[in-house]
């Protein structure tokens, strides 16, 4: 079992910047792929970005060059960095984490955190 915490969000200015953090209560090791995603008022949870146990990345075309995924597995914390916010980037953000154990896919999320881009 996973829990996932997330902090960080906030108010910023467009074009501002913000650091979102997950922090996970037992061990994401390698095995994990671990993701943020986020879901807009009336809109459908899309994925952001995503990195794999071994730091490979893979992000989303609307946020490719602004945002950046990392992890840090000593400290069982994944982050996102996001760098030129938009208003649309407005949205709760939620960590995922995703593991295959005997060919079933299991995630885990977080509750949420808050970011709201706006003057």
């Known amino acids: 079992q996973v829990q996932l915490v997330e902090s960080g969000g906030g108010l910023v200015q467009p074009g501002g910047s913000l650091r979102l953090s997950c922090a996970a209560s037992?061990?994401?090791?390698?095995?994990?792929?671990m993701g943020w995603h986020r879901q807009a008022p009336g809109k459908q949870r899309e994925l952001v970005a995503q990195?794999?146990?071994?730091?490979?990345?893979d992000y989303v075309d609307f946020v490719r060059g602004r945002f950046t995924i990392s992890r840090d597995n000593a400290k069982n914390t994944v982050y996102l960095q996001m760098n030129s916010l938009k208003p649309e980037d407005t949205a709760v953000y939620y960590c995922?984490?995703?593991?295959?154990?005997?060919?079933?896919?299991?995630?885990?999320w977080g509750q949420g955190t808050q970011v709201t881009v706006s003057s």
């Open positions: 990195i794999a146990g071994g730091g490979t990345t």
């Open positions: 037992g061990s994401i090791s390698s095995n994990y792929v």
């Open positions: 995922s984490a995703r593991i295959v154990v005997v060919h079933t896919t299991i995630t885990y």
